[in-house]
Nanobody, 128 residues
Framework: KVELVESGGGSVQAGGSLTLSCAVS????????VGWFRQGPGKEREGVAG????????????YYADSVKGRFTISKDNAKKTVYLQMNNLKPEDTAMYFC?????????????????WGQGTQVTVSS
């Protein structure tokens, strides 16, 4: 069973930064995708960023939603089995519950519908 535990959420003013962390209980030898999703008030859940854990680099061939490109960076520390989401220049519309998720399918890490393991979420609130 794969377990994902998020941390690092909080409240910040617009323009500020936060870093979320996701501790992953299992890395498969064949690799898996770990990603971040968010669900804002009254909105559907959307994929934000995803990466492959199998690559040795810290960024793992990342995928990003257009809404966060240039502001958010996903990275990983394989030794710690932890995936991070660095969020810069935060905007009030980034306010949401952020979830860490994983999948082990052959589909790419930008195929948001493939993610089937979920953490409990961490709240991010950005004030104007």
């Amino acid at each position: 069973k794969v377990e994902l535990v998020e941390s690092g959420g909080g409240s910040v003013q617009a323009g500020g930064s936060l870093t979320l962390s996701c501790a992953v209980s299992v890395y498969f030898n064949s690799g898996n995708c770990v990603g971040w999703f968010r669900q804002g008030p009254g909105k559907e859940r959307e994929g934000v960023a995803g990466l492959y854990t199998i690559y040795s680099s810290s960024t793992g061939n990342p995928y990003y939603a257009d809404s966060v490109k240039g502001r958010f960076t996903i990275s990983k520390d394989n030794a710690k089995k932890t995936v991070y989401l660095q969020m810069n220049n935060l905007k009030p519309e980034d306010t949401a519950m952020y979830f860490c998720a994983a999948h082990y399918a052959a589909a790419g890490c930008g195929i948001w519908s493939e993610y089937n393991y979920w953490g409990q979420g961490t709240q991010v609130t950005v004030s104007s």
